[in-house]
């Protein structure tokens, strides 16, 4: 009695100490009743519990959601276990997911009618050898987002793949602690975008086919902001030349086509190592917020920022800017790859000039007096601008138990 | 001695209906949902009409719209314990209480309360670590609701209020779902039961009463103040009542739960409860972040004085998901609140 009431006392320990000991794996096979099925899935599934999703597609009704901590969601590989959404009736993603240490991987999700993946308040989220697809190709009507973590901390992005998104593939929100890495975006208004986010680094992705490649973003009025401290580096940002097909209303609806990387009103990025040409407008563009906004606490401008050692190809020879046809016979024909609007300052703000460091170039420096006003540009070229010196952030570490340090 | 007694009670009852078994408060406490929502003991008839001792009805002043099925609530308290007033937010709830909240159609829509069909009754449990939500779905003899916890899609056919047939494509959430709306900073709470949604009148039998007095009076609520100095929200569809106040309360009952900073769409930076006053915030001249396809190509949350040029008057009168507002709950569009925003944000002033 004593021995086998120890011998319940150790598996509650043990199982209290390492769950994933216990951890049960629920699999469900594609068919009739698919949403109710995998949906109860979701709702059984106990943390340290895996979901496999069996190959073959899946037709779902509604959205799908996901409340449990530390549950894998997986499928049988990308392209084998299908999501589909097309007939999706309601719910504002196709999967949501709103706890922590949560992974979904090997698998495929198309057509939902809003965003795809989004991840809202989660820790620890992991999007790992995932796609997310729009298959009627670049459409106003596609969902925004493909995968989506907003208000999330340590956010994984890993081996995943956006085509379609009407607004940005890969989108990172009001997060924290970042890494998107070996990834694709392609066929998106947006390839990759950082928004409102601090300490972000973005390596290893390939950027094409959407209207700009890799956007850094911070926009006013929103709950976080102040943006900062993103690298980007060791990237393909090659043919971005799909037409914006964003709506309008949209921030990225103002993205001209063929932008490589674009930079708005964020602190502390540093662009490096990246391959970047095929892109009509610029190769790497700098620019501020230029709408009006209410927010005291917002910087609108770009600032320490750093472009260096890049490989820069063929890049703005038909720049989608108001007057950049004639911007660029006045430079020789096509556009300087780095450009930055020349703002330094705004209303209310008496500060010093924003620090930048483009060390590659040439550099076209519009010179404009304020945010948007394009019609007063004072165009100058220079080889490069600004000095070395700007601090880089160290890298991005994400929790042992959720980013495997490589070897 | 014990089959004495026994025997007394039993030639007591006779005669006099047996009293019904009170609420099964163990069951409601249970770690495991009940698979059938009877074993509650909520409602003492089959049917669920007819509420157990210690429910009390209640009903708001601005409810949500849900594909116009009619609804109803109750409150349960344990015996013996009470809510504490909170003059905003939701009132505090005892360990025990449940709120009780089923969604039912008439046969036909103008003729409310006639012919009624049960579609589901959901409850928000108060355990011990914290609110459980749960919903059980009636069967089409209306003599049982099971629980139902991945969703489900009900066709109900109704006649509309123009007389034509109408088949509504009914959807019970799933119970994340549920979180979806009811949370606050990600844990669940009720939304219906504050101060402001509760300060009006309802029929007690033959007489009406203001809820919050008649809630003190019964010793369900301690701490309220007299409810002429209690907040309150207005009742959208009063037309005796200011456009603004009547607009406000709609988007406080049917976005604000979710548009709030604590809310679901915190992140959106919209927010649509009663208690905001901020017009950025509001929506007024606020350009969408995230708003996608939603935005319908326009570039204002609202655009003061032009409800056609108003995302948020968009996404209310869309019927399509990842465009429709609120982005759960609805098939259908309420024309009634549509024609209400519509006329709110017309009266907004166009200039800034």
Known sequence: ?407 | MMRLAALLAAVLSLGAAPEPAPVALDALLADTPAPSLDTYRLFTDQGARAPNAGLTPYALNTPLFSDHSEKSRFLFLPPGTQATYAATGAFAFPVGATLVKTFAYPADLRKPGDRVRLIETRLMIHKPQGWVALTYVWNPEQTQAVLKRAGARLPVSVIDHAGKPLTIDYAVPNTNQCKECHSLSGELAPIGPKARNLNGDLAYGPRRENQLAHWTRAGLLTGAPDPRIAPRTAIWNDAAEPLADRARAYLDGNCGHCHNPEGMASNSGLFLHLEETDPAKLGVRRRPVAAGRGSGGLEFDIDPGRPETSILLHRMKSREPGVMMPELGRSLVDEDGVALVADYLRSLPASR
């Open chain 1, 1 to 407: 009695m004593a021995a086998s009431n120890q011998f319940v006392l150790a598996c509650v320990l043990a199982g209290a100490l390492a769950s994933s000991a216990q951890a049960a794996t629920l699999r469900v096979a594609p068919g009739a009743d698919a949403q109710e099925r995998v949906q109860s899935a979701l709702l059984d599934a106990k943390p340290g519990d895996t979901v496999a999703l069996d190959a073959g597609t899946f037709a779902f009704t509604d959205g799908l959601s996901l409340d449990v901590d530390s549950v894998t969601v997986t499928g049988a590989g990308q392209g084998k276990t299908v999501l589909s959404f097309a007939g999706q009736k309601g719910a504002g993603e196709g999967l949501l997911i709103t706890s922590d240490g949560v992974t979904v991987r090997d698998l495929t999700l198309q057509d939902s009618k809003g965003d795809g993946i989004k991840s809202k308040g989660a820790d620890r989220i992991s999007f790992v050898s995932v796609t997310v697809e729009w298959t009627g190709g670049p459409k106003e009507t596609n969902g925004a987002y493909g995968v989506y973590p907003v208000a999330s901390t340590n956010v994984l992005i890993d081996k995943v793949t956006v085509r379609g998104a009407s607004d940005a593939g890969i989108y990172v929100g009001q997060s924290k602690n970042i890494i998107v890495r070996n990834s694709r975006a392609e066929f998106n208004v947006a390839g990759i975008e950082i928004e409102n986010s601090t300490d972000a680094d973005v390596f290893d992705n390939v950027a094409t086919h959407n209207t700009g490649g890799i956007l850094v973003f911070d926009l006013p009025g929103l709950p976080v902001m102040g943006g900062h401290s993103t690298r980007i580096f060791r990237n393909q940002v090659v043919d971005n030349d799909t037409a914006n097909f964003a709506p309008k209303g949209n921030i990225v609806a103002n993205v001209p086509v063929g932008v490589g990387v674009m930079l708005m009103a964020n602190r502390d990025v540093h662009v490096f190592d990246n391959d970047i040409s095929g892109n009509q407008t610029s190769a790497v563009m700098l620019v501020s917020f230029s709408r009006s906004f209410d927010d005291k606490s917002y910087n609108p401008l770009p600032r320490d920022i750093v472009v260096r050692d890049n490989r820069l190809g063929r890049n703005g020879w038909l720049p989608g800017l108001p007057g950049g046809k004639m911007l660029a016979a006045a430079t020789g024909g096509s556009l300087p790859p780095i450009l930055w609007d020349g703002v330094t300052t705004y209303a209310g703000y008496g500060g010093p000039a924003p620090r930048l460091y483009l060390k590659d170039g040439p550099v076209l420096n519009l010179n404009l007096p304020k945010a948007g006003e394009v019609e007063a540009a004072k165009p100058t070229v220079t080889a490069s601008l600004g000095s070395p010196g700007l601090p880089e952030r160290a890298a991005v570490v994400l929790p042992a138990d959720q980013d495997k340090p490589a070897k």
